[in-house]
Nanobody, 119 residues
Framework: QGQLVESGGGSVQAGDSLRLSCATP????????MAWFRQAPGKEREFVAR????????AYADSVKGRFTISRDNAKSTVYLQMDNLNPEDTAVYYC????????????WGQGTQVTVSS
C-alpha cells in the first residue's frame, strides 16, 4: 500500500456530492486499469467502480450505478470518482487501486480516504 494517493473525502449530508481523486506519482499510469473500492466499519472491502486505460470501459457495483461516475485524466495521472446523491450506506473508507494487467489483480493500493454521510 501507499503507492497511490487518494483525496477528496469528507463528511456530508445525505443527498450531497463528493469527488474523490487518486494520484499516482512516479508510476506508469496511462496503461493501467484503475478501480475504487470501499470498506465500511465491520464489513469486507467491496468493489465500487473500475475504468479501463482509455477511459471508455467502465463498470460499477449495482449499489452505486447511476449515482457514481468513474473517470480518468491520463495527462494528470489521476483517476476520479464523482459521487452524487450520497446516502448513509455510502459511508466507508474509499480506496484507489491499480491493475496493471487488466485481469482484476490489483497490485497497488492507496491508504484510503474517509467518506461519512449523515442523514
Amino acid at each position: 500500500q501507499g503507492q497511490l494517493v487518494e483525496s477528496g473525502g469528507g463528511s456530508v449530508q445525505a443527498g450531497d456530492s463528493l469527488r474523490l481523486s487518486c494520484a499516482t506519482p512516479g508510476r506508469t499510469f496511462s496503461t493501467y486499469w484503475m478501480a475504487w473500492f470501499r470498506q465500511a466499519p465491520g464489513k469486507e472491502r467491496e468493489f465500487v467502480a473500475r475504468i479501463g486505460w482509455s477511459g471508455y470501459q467502465t463498470a460499477y457495483a449495482d449499489s452505486v450505478k447511476g449515482r457514481f461516475t468513474i473517470s480518468r485524466d491520463n495527462a494528470k495521472s489521476t483517476v476520479y470518482l464523482q459521487m452524487d446523491n450520497l446516502n448513509p450506506e455510502d459511508t466507508a473508507v474509499y480506496y484507489c487501486a491499480a491493475d496493471p494487467s487488466g485481469r482484476r489483480i490489483y497490485q497497488y493500493w492507496g491508504q484510503g480516504t474517509q467518506v461519512t454521510v449523515s442523514s
